[in-house]
């Protein structure tokens, strides 16, 4: 199983960006995916997960700002990122677990799969 992210940059505050997530070995179109980020000198956080069912949740942080999605016809687990701000810089991390639930955590012992991890800087 490989998790393959694009889409990081570097961008200013407020602008946006579009992260993907693509998986070999493994099918998204039924299992909980998350989004973690890890910012310089922090822990891994989750910030967003899709259940199998499609419902998301977001941490307040980014709640309002980012969207999740999953595209099943390409394999592909989307992070829509916008109004992005300097705290939001971080290395971001797509993840998919195994799990099939209606009601997804963003704890990292729920996954078992894992992106390398994609640089996102906001800097003015």
């Known amino acids: 199983v490989q998790l393959v992210e694009s889409g990081g940059d570097l961008v200013q505050p407020g602008d946006s960006l579009r992260l993907s997530c693509v998986a070999s070995?493994?099918?998204?179109?039924?299992?909980?995916v998350a989004w973690f980020r890890q910012a310089p000198g922090k822990g891994r956080e989750g910030i967003s997960c899709?259940?199998?069912?499609?419902?998301?949740y977001y941490v307040p942080s980014v709640k309002g700002r980012f969207r999740i999605s999953r595209d099943k016809d390409k394999n592909t687990v989307f992070l829509e990122m916008n109004s992005l701000k300097i705290e939001d810089t971080a290395v971001y991390y797509c993840?998919?677990?195994?799990?099939?639930?209606?009601?997804?955590?963003?704890?990292?012992?729920?996954?078992?799969?894992w992106g390398q991890g994609i640089q996102v800087t906001v800097s003015s």
């Open positions: 899709l259940s199998s069912n499609n419902m998301p």
């Open positions: 993840a998919a677990g195994e799990v099939i639930t209606t009601r997804c955590l963003v704890s990292r012992s729920e996954y078992d799969y």
């Open positions: 070995g493994f099918t998204f179109s039924s299992n909980a």
